[in-house]
């Protein structure tokens, strides 16, 4: 089976900009996590979207959103980007107690 | 919020050496979860343990979860350059929407 894929890998956009990355889940896999990645914060949880529902959302202000389509694939959007977002996000499938990552997209905002 | 906390926080070893690195909570988890991550991609599952009490072993990797599904604990055996990397702990109430630890930066030296 083929991981999961994410895209772009690496990301470069300006304050103010928004940007779409997208995932592409595990062939099967109905949940979909978001995750953001920074030296200062470790990994902290987006949102999770389950048969293109929200099923749960981490504490992150409403410029971070995402979605799922019926064919389980996700993408997340930031809208009005602040030098803080700058991090990797990992995007993951689950089945049942288990978590595949993606390679991430690397996010630089300037 | 469940919170997790891994110990060491960073670890620098020789070839050979063993170790042992701690995942502590004060909330019971249903599951928790190792990963290994190399810098820039996404963190890799090593395993799942689901029973209190439970161990288990990956080649030289040993895991074991708390009687009380609290803590767990990584003991690696004769480790190898190879080794090298951040390891987290992770866990949650579905392994989508999972609470990570800060990880441990593990250097095996030649």
């Known amino acids: 089976k083929a991981g999961v894929t994410q895209t772009p890998r690496y990301l470069i956009k300006t304050r103010g900009q928004q940007v779409t990355l997208s995932c592409s889940p595990i062939s099967g896999h109905r949940s979909v996590s978001w995750y953001q990645q920074t030296p200062g914060q470790g990994l902290q949880f987006l949102f999770e979207?389950?048969?293109?529902?929200?099923?749960n959302k981490g504490n992150f202000p409403g410029r971070f959103s995402g979605r799922q389509f019926s064919n389980s694939r996700s993408e997340m959007n930031v809208s009005t980007l602040e030098l803080g977002d700058s991090a990797l996000y990992l995007c993951?499938?689950?089945?049942?107690?288990?978590?595949?990552f993606g390679p991430g997209t690397r996010l630089t905002v300037l | 919020t469940q919170l997790l906390e891994q110990s060491p926080q960073f670890l620098s070893i020789q070839e050979g050496e063993n170790l042992t690195v701690y995942c502590n909570s004060s909330s019971v988890f249903s599951s928790l979860q190792w990963y290994r991550q190399e810098p820039g991609e996404g963190p890799v599952l090593l395993v799942t343990?689901?029973?209190?009490?439970e161990v288990k072993k990956l080649k030289r990797l040993t895991f074991q979860f708390g009687d009380a599904r609290k803590d767990s604990s990584l003991h690696i055996t004769a480790a190898q350059p190879g080794d090298t990397g951040l390891y987290l702990c992770a866990g949650g109430p579905n392994a989508g929407k999972s609470t990570f630890g800060d990880g441990t930066t593990l250097t095996v030296k030649p």
């Open positions: 979207y389950f048969s293109e529902t929200q099923r």
């Open positions: 343990v689901v029973t209190g009490g």
């Open positions: 993951a499938s689950s089945f049942e107690n288990e978590q595949f």
